[in-house]
């Protein structure tokens, strides 16, 4: 593969392809910032792959008391899923389940948009017929009576069909040590970006897969075309120096925010330079016939 | 972009149907085809141009310069614009209105915003009774909106209320709420007596308590809930005033348990 070398890191020309699917965003708020924090946890874990988990969801970031509904401090979440019918399921098991339950807490629509999937409207059953529906001007609320008060939640979020999926960046090192930094740099780089969350834990995947098995009915196995302990045996895309690699996965309300969160990403791991992190970044595809979105690594470049 | 202005001549001699002098039924019209709409109540005819000197301008922006309390149906069944009277007007006020902005700077007369579906109807002055009630044989009042009134209400303001917000500044009579179906109706002086007669669900906020409770309602206790500051939040852009008072704990109050029960009155915390 052909590559660029830039602050002495080697960089694939090559790009992440991503896909596009529904998603939503909610924001949670509670009587302070570490139940706030804690609800959003809660209910973005077991979220890191759609395609085991349902959905990929994580925090979008952390709000002030005067950006959210109530005036109390909250967190903004995005849940993304392969189809409407799968969002919406995991929308309502993981508010009933890990939001509603979660003290103080209160559960908003987080993207307005045309399209609505149910929040309230379908959780509000829990009430047991002493919920409430409460409309101010175009916003309708249920209030739902739980022990420790109220459950307030909107009765819709909005639904985003063209949100992106699967953009990553590929983190390849000479340690385990040296790898993680960088990627831990990145991650921090793209947190800082709006709309966008990364599903794995830390944002970190070390398990990067491929499609299909040598099993049947296994949709995905490890990539062992980066595994650095089969090289030698499997079709190895590494290089010898590297015996490390982590993968960054993205997904982004829009494309614009998956290719800037891959712009920070990529930025910081350069910045760092070789001898403390990388030694080469790449991105993962499947030949670009899947994905209708490319971000080629060399269009990220600083 | 001007108004078109309609100011009044002298003090009109009969009730007048001032409906037709809505937006959405001028947009379009020449000043000469306006002073020929009829406005009689009676068998003797009143045109517009009669009771009105009318100067032309824009007819989403409408201004009645001078009131009286035979002006009736005033922005009745409007969907749009704006319609702005210097004086008191008569009954129904904003009856049927479906959106667009009603103010209102003096009184209002019995069943303003009687059927309201949406928009804004602000009166500055007091309101009479039945504020967004049925008129007889109809089933359900207010469905949707915002009311706000300076002043007082008389009684049985949001009788059979649906939908939407009624929000009076001053008092409110007797029966505030009765037969509420759904809807938000808050008291910023005291409430006669019995709020909430006979109410099915919906919320009554009685900031400064009432002259008397019905002894069907169960007292809940005192809470602080989400509810009310986000009630506070939507109130705060009509009356910043009552919106203060609204963040605090308060009793709750449930009931008719004459009826169904689900309804809710938020009572100061100490009772009054």
């Known amino acids: 593969m052909s590559q660029l070398t830039v602050n002495g890191i080697r960089v694939d020309d090559t790009f992440a392809e991503a896909f596009e699917m529904r998603a939503t965003a909610l924001t949670i708020t509670a009587h302070n910032a570490a139940w706030a924090r804690q609800a959003a946890a809660t209910m973005t874990g077991f979220a890191t792959s759609v395609i085991g988990c349902g959905c990929e969801a994580g925090i979008d970031r952390v709000l002030n008391p005067d950006e959210t509904p109530d005036g109390r401090p909250g967190v903004r979440v995005l849940l993304f899923a392969v189809s409407t019918n799968e969002l919406q399921k995991q929308v309502q098991a993981r508010v009933g389940q890990c939001v509603l339950t979660s003290s103080g807490s209160a559960c908003y629509a987080g993207l307005e948009a045309e399209e609505r999937l149910k929040l309230g409207n379908a959780v509000r059953f829990f009430g047991d017929g002493w919920q409430i529906s409460k409309r101010f001007g175009d916003k309708r609320y249920w209030r739902i009576p739980v022990m420790d008060g109220e459950f307030i939640c909107d009765a819709t979020t909005g639904l985003s069909r063209t949100a992106v999926g699967g953009g990553n960046i590929i983190v390849m090192g000479a340690t385990n040590e040296t790898t993680l930094a960088a990627t831990e740099l990145a991650v921090e780089a793209i947190a800082a970006v709006p709309n966008v969350i990364m599903p794995f834990p830390g944002g970190i995947a070390r398990s990067g897969s491929k499609v299909g098995s040598k099993y049947k009915g296994v949709p995905a196995s490890t990539n062992d075309a980066y595994c650095p302990t089969l090289r030698g045996a499997s079709n190895s895309a590494l290089d010898p120096d590297i015996t490390s690699v982590l993968e960054i996965v993205i997904d982004g309300l829009t494309s614009d925010s998956v290719a800037a969160a891959m712009r920070a990403g990529v930025r910081a791991i350069l910045a760092l330079g070789p001898e403390r992190g990388a030694l080469r970044i790449g991105a993962g595809n499947y030949g670009g016939k899947l994905g209708s979105h490319h971000y080629h690594l060399k269009d990220l470049l600083p | ?272």
């Open chain 2, 1 to 272: 972009m001007s108004p078109l202005v309609f100011t009044l001549r002298d003090a009109p001699l009969q009730r007048l149907d001032l409906a037709p002098l809505a937006p959405d039924r001028l947009v379009g019209l020449s000043e000469s085809k306006i002073a020929t709409i009829q406005l009689q109540t009676t068998r003797e005819r009143v045109l517009a141009g009669d009771v009105f000197k009318i100067r032309t301008g824009e007819a989403t922006q409408i201004r009645f310069e001078g009131g009286s309390e035979r002006f009736d149906r005033i922005g009745a069944g409007m969907s749009q614009g704006e319609v702005i009277v210097d004086g008191a007007v008569g009954i129904q006020a904003g009856r049927l209105m479906q959106g667009g902005r009603l103010a209102i700077a003096g009184n209002a007369g019995p069943w303003a915003a009687s059927g309201m579906t949406g928009g804004i109807l602000a009166i500055s002055g007091h309101a009479g009774d039945r504020l967004g009630g049925p008129l007889a044989g109809e089933t359900v009042g207010m469905r949707g909106g915002v009311v706000i009134v300076r002043g007082n209400a008389g009684a049985r303001a949001g009788d059979r209320m649906r939908r939407g917000v009624i929000i009076v500044e001053g008092k409110a009579d007797s029966y505030v709420g009765s037969r509420m179906i759904a809807g938000t109706i808050i008291v910023g002086g005291r409430a006669g007596r019995l709020p909430g007669y006979l109410m099915n669900r919906g919320t009554i906020v009685t900031i400064n308590g009432s002259d008397g409770l019905s002894p069907t309602f169960a007292d809940s206790g005192v809470h602080e809930l989400l509810a009310t500051a986000l009630m506070a939040r939507y109130v705060e852009t009509y009356s910043r005033e009552v919106a203060a008072t609204l963040r605090r704990p308060w009793r709750r109050l449930l009931g008719d348990m004459a009826v169904i029960g689900k309804g809710e009155i938020f009572y100061p915390s100490v009772a009054n």
